[in-house]
Every structure is written in C-alpha cells, then in structure tokens.
C-alpha cells in the first residue's frame, strides 16, 4: 500500500469545555472541494478506535457547514470522544491511462480527539488528525523530485518503469514539480489559516515513507 501523509495540529489549553469551538474553527479552515461534495461522512467514538461509533451519519447530499457539524455532535460532547469527519479537497494527480493532469476531488479524513480519548493518545498525536492522503501527492513517486538526481529509485514494476521513462522528458518532470508544488502549496496555505484562526501550540507535517516530511516539502518547493 502506498504511504500515507498527516498533519497533527495541538491547540493550547485544550480541553473538553473548548473543544467544541476548536472543532468548529478546524472545519472552517478546511480548503473543501470546489466540487458539490465538501463534507461527506460524519463519526462520533466513544473510549478508542476499536470501538464501534456511538453515531454515524451520511452527509452526502447536503450542505453542512461547520455549525451544522458542531449541532449534530453536541449531545455526545465528552472528554473522551473522538469526532471523525470524512470530506473532499482539490489536489492534482496524473492520470495514468491518459498521463494528462486533472484536479480531483480526493478524499480528507479529520478526527478531533477528546483529551481522555483513547487514553490521552492527543497529547502525543495531536487535538486534531488529519489524513491528508497518499504521500506522494506531495513528495512525488520514486525520490524524482529531489535535488539530488541520483537519490531516484529503480522501478519495481512495468508501470513504474514506463512512468520514470515518461518523466526523463525534462518538459513533464517540470510539469511534474510545478503540480507537485500546487498540492504542497494548498497543504500550506491551510496549516496557516488553521494557525490565522486557532490559538495553536504546535503543527506537525509527517508521512509513513519520510524521515522528515517537512523537509522534503521544503526541498521540493525550494526548486524553481
């Protein structure tokens, strides 16, 4: 399975007095898709992630907006609940059968974690979680995007051999960065308007395939 990347966001003096609010500005600073689909699923947890939702609720079809989130999850405000939120945002991907790029509506998964959540597991992972998706939609496939050209994987696979072979053309491997640089950029500018708008203590970019994700953001977005 491909890696995946996240975003751990700690919020000073959290506590279950304020974490509604802090819930409703988290939403609210959500880049959604431009697309019809903004917030999709809606999860309420109770003691851990091995329990089985207190609530559920389908949010396919309606315009909810962060308040309307907030409302349906009142009545199970505690400490150690955990609201997971299921939506959209616009990144670009590369079609593999068409090699064309397209924006799409990939999905974003949220979680805000009560302090006695799971034994306390926000303190060391973040008030909020979000699953930002695949790690290479920001890292790129196979250390091609980074400065240093002879840290490129060999291919594995046909697939990814003829995509390494498509990329040795210097005109895609820089459509390849500049699109690669768009998702980077849309994945920063929402850490600072979650920065703009919440009194936050600490952010963390981090990935299951990087050392140090933040980094390589870095490293790639210095590339002009």
Avoid at 7 to 18: C, L, P, Y
Avoid at 43 to 71: H, K, N
Avoid at 130 to 140: K, M, S
Avoid at 192 to 221: H, K, Q, Y
């Amino acid at each position: 399975m491909p890696n995946r990347a996240y975003a751990s966001v700690w919020i000073r003096d959290f506590s279950e007095s304020n974490m509604l609010a802090h819930f409703e500005r988290f939403l609210a600073s959500v880049p959604l898709s431009a697309g019809a689909m903004g917030f999709t699923t809606l999860s309420v947890r109770a003691v851990g992630p091995s329990e089985t939702p207190v609530e559920e609720y389908d949010l396919r079809g309606q315009v909810m907006t962060p308040a309307d989130i907030v409302e349906l999850v009142k009545e199970h405000h505690s400490a150690d609940v955990a609201y997971e939120v299921s939506a959209r945002w616009d990144l670009w991907i590369r079609d593999l059968e068409t090699a064309s790029w397209k924006k799409n509506a990939e999905k974003l998964e949220l979680a805000c974690r009560g302090p006695e959540y799971d034994d306390g597991v926000s303190g060391e992972s973040g008030h909020f979680l979000a699953d930002l998706g695949f790690e290479h939609l920001f890292t790129g496939h196979a250390g091609l995007l980074t400065p240093d050209s002879t840290h490129v994987a060999e291919p594995q696979h046909p697939d990814e051999a003829r995509f390494l072979m498509w990329m040795s053309q210097p005109q895609n491997l820089r459509e390849y960065q500049e699109k690669t640089r768009e998702n980077i950029e849309k994945l920063m500018g929402w850490m600072r308007a979650v920065e703009e708008t919440m009194p936050v203590e600490r952010v963390r970019l981090w990935s299951e395939g990087e050392e140090n994700f933040e980094a390589r953001l870095d490293e790639i977005l210095a590339v002009r």
